[in-house]
């Protein structure tokens, strides 16, 4: 799947990702995996399900990752875009592409973690857990979110 913007293209093709732009962000920039080693988010993106890879050119600015089973579940994870991409719409043109995609519609549950965008996931139906008390979690807090 690819759709263009302007200047910019989102693609889901695996092949385009630029291993060493997204494993700089996440080890240096973000705060949910900071210090993540190379063989560790190799191992997670070889195991994840949807890429989206957002370019400028050639150049990756941006992704965001897909864990689902295409029907009852699906993560979202791992979703930046570089800051000097940043102001001008391109995490909201990101999500309505993955929320767009025609293989995720029959998913009944999305999950993510967030510690400062929920105005942006908010607008794609993302909220609290409404019932907080039917979900457990085992968590390893290393990474400190």
Known sequence: MEVQQGEYLISTDPA???FDVIHDFLANKS???PGISR????????SSTLHYGLYHGENQVGYAQVL?????FAYLGNVFVLEEHR?????????QTVM???D???IRRWMLATRDAHGLYRQFGFTELDKPELFMQKFDDRWGL
Request: aromatic share 12%.
């Open 16 to 18: 385009r990702l630029q």
């Open 39 to 46: 063989e560790t988010l190799r191992k997670q993106l070889d």
């Open 31 to 33: 705060y949910w995996a």
């Open 87 to 95: 102001g001008k719409g391109l995490s909201k043109w990101l999500m």
């Open 100 to 102: 767009s995609h025609p």
């Open 104 to 106: 995720l519609q029959q």
């Open 68 to 72: 689902t089973n295409y029907t009852s």
